[in-house]
């Protein structure tokens, strides 16, 4: 009994981040950008049934930005993250590397920009690249309310400089 346990452990070990090293690769096919994964291989890869993922790879230049919109549809929580090449959180004790329902602040509209960036864009919502020039992501949606339906964030690569213009016609 016990070694079955050990080779199952040892199988999952050893297997995990060559599935996500296989992931994060074709995720190159639409970097910058997040659709949505299927959510027949997520679940069959241990994914929760209740959550809609937007997995994909990210790359950016030093002056660039990722600008991330998007009106959130009525659920229990939602997040967004980056991640290194194996699906693994950044370093969030020392650098803003997610944000949530609960810590994002919301465009007058009730949408939300979110702004991935190795510099400080003088905005909320700003998540860090920790000195990271790529990587991986992942939005999710957690139980969305009856009725709703998963919503794709649009995103946009354009320069650091560039995005406080753009918040300042979000809020108008």
Known sequence: MIDEGLKT????????????????????????????????????????????????????????????????????????????????????????VCINKASAICNSDGSITVVVAHQEPGIPNWIETAGHKEGTMCWRWYRLAPGENPITPSCRVMKVGEVSSLLNQTNK
Request: glycine residues 4%; hydrophobic residues 45%; aromatic residues 18%.
């Open 9 to 96: 452990a040892s199988l999952f070990v050893a297997g995990a981040p060559l599935l996500f090293a296989r992931w994060a690769k074709g995720f190159q096919k639409h970097t910058n950008q997040l659709p949505l994964f299927d959510p027949d291989i997520s679940n069959e890869a241990g994914g929760d049934a209740n959550i809609f993922y937007y997995h994909s790879h990210w790359k950016l230049a030093s002056d660039e930005a990722l600008v991330i919109n998007v009106k959130p549809p009525l659920c229990d929580s939602w997040n967004f993250q980056l991640n290194n090449w194996w699906m693994e959180s950044l370093d969030y004790r020392y650098f803003n």
